[in-house]
């Protein structure tokens, strides 16, 4: 490892843009190729996710570049959930009880935007726009770009090679058509795509329902969300499937099956996306998978970050969390190692190489981007479905109650999973579900009344229930090798 490695990022989007402000911050000298012009300059959200919520994870490494301040400035709080059922009542529901932990709304072009500003005031970064990578020679480190503007076709060779180059990426398929190493790689499509469409700002440029919320439209097998922009507009998105059940993506053709359809399950909202048809029709309908691979490295060349590694499902809201952290985890195990080669003395061998860094890397990160990305399919079934349901909306009740009692004592699933920033992603499954789980029995179980609201002392007495009978669920986990 040393500074005057020439370090090549594949990518300039959420995750490339933070690690090449974080590489040069420390010091290394960064080249980002970017396949899509510069954003900063041309209109180019259509196709992909137009807002994201961000939360406490990606905050976490965005205060590490010193991007936090200026980040919070363009975010919307969203304190809950709002769900509308059919009839167009809408009831709430807290993601905390503490009122400090909320989630945020942010246009993906604009954190993208002040991400790229940042990292190209620095001076160890160069970003190239409109220059798509083909493929990696990884034995070689030579990545093989094509400029989009000249259609010629160029060589990149650098001494470490980053490929933060999304779900679709092609550092990773070089990984896979080399086959210098045994690469394991699984993708897995949802039957589900999705759809974006927009309920713009009233006439004075307000917001014409809470912008408060994370708006739910559950509807069982399929639903509708929506999260606000600071223009006043919401950004709404239906997931359903491609070709199951009565309405589908491939059965929605016409616009009178499609305003059919939105009157049928979203009368509500349907009143307030005005372009609808046209929308429906000409807005793309993007895929949605997991993408779960190992190594993600290769020897002390190459390493797969982000989407890259570990593609998620949208439904938790993780995945550019995840992907921010991933810069995190990295930075610390850079912390880790670089004082050590600064020790070396007289000889100019290193005593730690990349590989070094990028085997400590992916040992630390994996489990925990395996658990988000199995914990974002439990959400899309708790989003589309059991929100609606009864036992469900106790069940947080509860949770709610007790983390307003006992704030440093009961932290919910979602709570961890959200908001615990320092404990890792598979921790917070593990200790969530069990969690769940002990809830759920002593809902069902005459252990409580759910009826009425608890006094503090009965909540006291719920917490110990729930908290020995979690760590018992843990305990026999453990033992059953779970
Ligand atoms: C519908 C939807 C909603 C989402 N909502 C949320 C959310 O609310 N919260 C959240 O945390 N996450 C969310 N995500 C996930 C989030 O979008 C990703 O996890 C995040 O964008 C990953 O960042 P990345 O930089 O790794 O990949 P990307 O953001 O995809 O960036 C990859 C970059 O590499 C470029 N590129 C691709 N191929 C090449 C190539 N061959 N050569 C050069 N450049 C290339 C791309 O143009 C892009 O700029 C959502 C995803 C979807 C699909
Ligand atoms: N986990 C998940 O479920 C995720 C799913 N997705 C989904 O994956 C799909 C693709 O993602 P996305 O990242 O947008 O795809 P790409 O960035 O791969 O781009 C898609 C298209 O844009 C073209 N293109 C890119 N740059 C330029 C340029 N500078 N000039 C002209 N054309 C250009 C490409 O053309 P060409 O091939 O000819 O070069 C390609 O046809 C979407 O549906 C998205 O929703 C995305 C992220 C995560
Ligand atoms: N951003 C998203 C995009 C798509 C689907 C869900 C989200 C969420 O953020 C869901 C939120 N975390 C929730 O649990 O209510």
Redo the contacts with the bound molecule.
Sequence with gaps: MNKKDKILI???????SLLALRLAQRGYKVEV????PDLRKVDISAG??IN???SDR?LKALRLCGMEEKTRKICIPMYGRLIHDKEGNTFSSNYSGRENEYINSIS?GDLNAILLDEAEKHENVNIHFN???KKVEIEKNIAHFKDYETKEEFPVIADVIFG???????LRKSYISERKFLFSYSQNYLNHG?KELEIPANKQGNHQISKDHLHIWPRGDFMLIALPNMDGSFTV?LFLSYDEGKYNFENLTSEEKITEFFEKEFPDALSLIPNIKEEFINNPT?A?GTVKCSPWYYQNKTLLI???AHAIV?FY???????FEDVFVLDEILCHFEPFDKLKTGSSREIFDWKTVFKAYQKARKKDTDAIADLAIDNFHEMKDHVANPLFKEKRKIEMDLEKHFPMQYFSKYSLVTFKENMGYKKAMDRGRAQDKALLNLISGDDISTSLDMTKEELEIVLKKVIKETNEILKEDKIAGL
């Design positions: 594949i990518g300039a989007g959420l995750c490339g190729y970017e396949s899509r992909r996710s994201l919520a961000l990606g993906r220059k798509k990578c933060a180059d999304g779900a679709g990426s092609s999705y998105t993007g949605l982000g989407d890259a949208p809201g993780q995945g550019m969390n995840a992907s």
